[in-house]
C-alpha cells in the first residue's frame, strides 16, 4: 500500500525525468518496497538455517533463550558460543543437571583414563621355594615387556581358595592377549593339595620353582624369622632332635622346605616334568642373565632380559638391576636380601648335609640336573 501512494506522488513529476532515471528509480522504489516486506532478521534466519525445521523464536527476543529443533545443526555461531562457554572459569558454568537438559549427548572418557587389557588368571606361577630366591626371580622377569605379573603373594592356592578363582582374577595385573600374567607365592610347592588346586585351574599353566642348597636355605629361613623374633631358639636346638647323635627333626618347617624330591613328587601326580622349571638360586647369583635367558624360553619368550640389565652390588653380596632411563637410581632388592646369615656351628652343618645327600640325589635323577650341593 506505501508503494502504491508512493508512486501516485511521484507520477506527475515523471514527464520531466530521463527515461534512465525513472528506471534507476523503480529499482530504488521496488527495493524499498521490498525490505519493507521482508524484514532483515527474516531474510538473515532463512539464509542461516541449515535445515527446515531449525527456527528460532525472535518474536520474545532477550526474553527467551532461542531454541533448536531436534534436528538443527549447529551453526558457526554456535560454535564459537560453545568454545566460550568452555573457556569459562568453572564455577560459571551451569549445575550439571542443566548441562544434562541442554545436551543429550553423554562426552566420552578422556583416553588417558581408559583401562587398557584384561584381568586375566594366571599362565605361569612361582611355586617355591621359601628363600630360594624367588622375589629376584620376579623382579627380573618383570623387566620383560610381555610379562605382568602381581606384585604381592596371593597365597590364593594355600590360604584364600575358598574365595573362588574370581577373587583370585580380580588380584591379577591387566594384560594385553599378548603378555604373560604371572604370580610368585614360594609356599605353594610344599603345600600337599596346591598341585591338584592349580591342575584344576588350569593343566597348561607353567611352574617355576627356584631352588638352592637345603642347609644354606635352612640357615637363611632361620635368619629372617630371627629378625621378627628375637627370643628364638638357637638354630641347633629346632634343627636336631637329639644333635649328638645326628638326629635331625625333619617336621620344623625350615628343615622340611629343603627335601625336593618329596615335594616334586607330589606335584609330578598332575603335571609333567616339561611344564616344570627349575632355576638354580647359586646361579641366580653368579649368573642373573643366564638363569633369565632360561626362564625367558621356558615362557617362549622373547630374550629381552640380558647381562645388559644387571650389575652386582657387592655391599649386598646380590645382583641388582642397572636403573632404567626413566629412573634416577638403580634398583636392588629389599634389605631382607642379601642378609648376612647367623652363625652357625660347622659341625651341625655337615650333619645337616648328611641328612640331605640322599634326597639332594634323588632330586637331581628326577630333575636330570646336578645343581652340586656338596
Not at 543429550?104 to 612361582?126: E, H, M, R, Y
Not at 605382568?148 to 590360604?159: I, L, S, V, Y
Not at 620353582?209 to 635352612?218: C, F, L, N, Y
Not at 618347617?253 to 615335594?263: E, K, V
Amino acid at each position: 500500500m506505501a508503494c502504491v501512494l508512493l508512486f501516485n506522488r511521484l507520477l506527475p513529476f515523471s514527464h520531466r525525468l530521463t527515461r534512465t532515471s525513472i528506471g534507476v528509480l523503480s529499482l530504488l522504489l521496488s527495493y524499498l518496497c521490498y525490505c519493507a516486506l521482508f524484514p532483515a532478521g527474516t531474510v538473515m534466519q532463512k539464509s542461516g538455517d541449515v535445515t527446515p525445521g531449525c527456527r528460532r523464536d525472535a518474536a520474545d527476543g532477550a526474553k527467551r533463550r532461542p531454541e533448536k529443533a531436534a534436528s538443527c545443526a549447529p551453526t558457526a555461531a554456535d560454535a564459537r558460543a560453545s568454545g566460550a562457554h568452555a573457556s569459562r572459569p568453572r564455577s560459571d558454568r551451569r549445575p550439571p543437571s542443566t548441562a544434562r537438559a541442554a545436551r543429550s549427548d553423554t562426552p566420552s572418557p578422556p583416553v588417558g583414563s581408559l583401562k587398557f587389557g584384561n584381568k586375566k588368571l594366571p599362565n605361569a606361577i612361582i611355586v617355591g621355594v621359601k628363600k630360594g630366591g624367588t622375589r629376584a626371580v620376579l623382579e627380573f622377569i618383570r623387566i620383560h615387556p610381555d610379562v605382568r605379573a602381581a606384585g604381592t603373594e596371593t597365597h590364593f592356592f594355600d590360604r584364600n581358595y575358598d574365595r573362588g578363582l574370581e577373587w583370585y582374577r580380580g588380584l591379577m595385573p591387566r594384560t594385553l592377549e599378548s603378555q604373560i600374567t604371572m604370580e610368585k607365592t614360594p609356599s605353594y610347592f610344599v603345600t600337599k593339595e596346591t598341585p591338584r588346586r592349580i591342575s584344576a585351574m588350569s593343566r597348561d599353566t607353567k611352574l617355576i620353582v627356584v631352588v638352592r642348597d637345603p642347609v644354606t636355605r635352612a640357615i637363611s629361613d632361620y635368619t629372617q624369622t630371627l629378625t621378627k623374633s628375637p627370643d628364638l631358639p638357637s638354630f641347633q636346638e629346632l634343627a636336631f632332635r637329639n644333635q649328638s647323635a645326628g638326629a635331625v627333626d625333619a617336621s620344623w618347617n625350615a628343615i622340611r622346605i629343603g627335601l625336593y624330591a618329596l615335594h616334586l613328587e607330589n606335584w609330578l601326580h598332575y603335571f609333567p616334568l616339561s611344564q616344570i622349571h627349575f632355576v638354580s638360586g647359586e646361579r641366580l647369583i653368579t649368573d642373573p642373565a643366564g638363569e633369565l635367558a632360561r626362564v625367558q624360553d621356558f615362557l617362549g619368550l622373547k630374550r629381552i632380559v640380558t647381562d645388559k640389565h644387571f650389575y652386582f652390588n657387592r655391599t649386598k653380596g646380590f645382583p641388582c638391576l642397572k636403573k632404567p632411563e626413566s629412573s634416577g637410581s638403580p634398583r636392588c632388592l629389599g634389605k631382607s636380601k642379601g642378609r648376612t646369615h647367623v652363625q652357625i656351628d660347622r659341625d651341625a652343618i655337615e650333619q645337616l648335609r648328611d641328612f640331605y645327600r640322599p634326597y639332594n640325589v634323588k632330586f637331581y635323577e628326577m630333575v636330570g640336573h646336578d645343581f652340586k650341593w656338596e
